[in-house]
């Protein structure tokens, strides 16, 4: 059981691949858009299906999905800011999963691929592009690398080896089917609406509006060459991951509230696992925050669809082809 404290900046392992897809038309992932519509429809029949029982359904599995998302998908697959048993891991996927946010290998190659290009043409959601881009559409929209099966996996060597993590990517979707079943044979209806639809939206908005609000409103306590920003309503509702211009300028911290008033749950969580010895190697924030090569951010204007043609015309540096290995 210990802390290590380690260097920063180590957002990106680097190992030749082919550069990020940038979208040059958009071509609709039609099954994410019905799919997301389906969850948000669900909501119309949450008044009729309320009672405390479900609620408190609710309120116990979006809290499991939501730290799938923070703790695991982003703060420890991701990043790798600290370590838990294999076992743990692998549950701790699952519960991830559940948030019926893509397959896990997919989730973690968008996000390193986010921190690589964060704000320029070649993020896959940046609020250059809008905020509802970045909330939510950037979704709907086909990415030649980012949604390719094994194209992917070159972002994410590490998980794709794996062959637990590349069942529960491969199955991801039954998951929530299965959940959905037994809510519905514990509780009926009221438990699959606030146990799925409610609970899966709200997971939803909370993950993304640290794409879209934390990348436009807040402050910025270091300067890291992109748009991040820590906003104190969005790290409420994402349990910590609103300081998010910490994140960026540390990624490899599994703190992201990085002063006092900086309250973050998911590392109060990660404190919890560590004081029961499940964590370990618990990295945190030292030496030079990371910056992205220097681009000159008021040039990108916005990206919209035609990002190539638009950062040729404005004649933007990029950074070289970031590359991502184990
Ligand atoms: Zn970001
Ligand atoms: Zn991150």
Partial sequence: MS???LEAPAEVRTEPIEPSAITPRLKLKWDILLGIAAIHAGLVFA???FNWSAFRVFIVLQAVTALGITLCFHRLLTHRSF???KWLEYALTLCGTLA?????IKWVATHRVH?????RPQDPHSPKRGFWWAHVFWLFAYDDVLDHETKCWAYAPDLARDKV???LHRTHV???VILGLLLFAWGGWPFVVWGIFVRTAFVYHGTWLVNSAAHIWGYQ???TNEGSRNNWWVALVSYGEGWHNNHHAYPSSAAHGLRWWEVDVTYAVIRLLWLAGLATEIRLPRGNPAKLPAIDLSRLAKLRWAAPNLARRARLTLPNPVRIAS
């Fill in 100 to 104: 019926l946010q893509g397959g896990v």
């Fill in 47 to 49: 008044p009729f299906t």
């Fill in 3 to 5: 802390t290590a404290v």
């Fill in 165 to 167: 993590h590349m069942f």
């Fill in 174 to 176: 039954l998951w929530t």
């Fill in 115 to 119: 921190h690589a290009f964060s704000d």
């Fill in 83 to 85: 370590q838990v048993p």
């Fill in 221 to 223: 306590s270091y300067d």
